[in-house]
Nanobody, 123 residues
Framework: VQLQASGGGLVQAGGSLRLSCAAS????????VGWFRQAPGKGREFVAA????????LGADSMKGRFAFSRDNAKKTVALQMNSLKPEDTAVYYC?????????????????WGQGTMVTVSS
């Protein structure tokens, strides 16, 4: 499975962005997908994740109430909508897929990783 993340950019605080993760590979529809981020000088941290069906989601405490997923297994895409963005959300965002149907907030639980997309939130 290869993953391609897109949708990053520059947005003002309070604004929204929609990140997209596009996949290749026949088994993608059976995989949970997660998003992680890494800010300059900091370690990688969990953002949010969604199950294979889209029916179950997980979110970091910092993202509670500010995110939503949409998943289209036929098109092999997962979109993460992020709202009410804050300057501390500035980071490189990575999508990842795991060979399991349910999501996990643990990075080591993911088997495939895409390249990052930069999100910058100005104050």
């Amino acid at each position: 499975v290869q993953l391609q993340a897109s949708g990053g950019g520059l947005v003002q605080a309070g604004g929204s962005l929609r990140l997209s993760c596009a996949a290749s590979g026949r088994a993608f529809s059976n995989f949970a997908v997660g998003w992680f981020r890494q800010a300059p000088g900091k370690g990688r941290e969990f953002v949010a994740a969604v199950s294979w069906s889209g029916g179950r989601t997980l979110g970091a405490d910092s993202m509670k109430g500010r995110f939503a997923f949409s998943r289209d297994n036929a098109k092999k895409t997962v979109a993460l909508q992020m709202n009410s963005l804050k300057p501390e959300d500035t980071a490189v965002y990575y999508c990842a897929a795991r060979r399991a149907p349910l999501p996990t907030p643990v990075a080591e639980g993911y088997d495939y990783w895409g390249q990052g997309t930069m999100v910058t939130v100005s104050s």
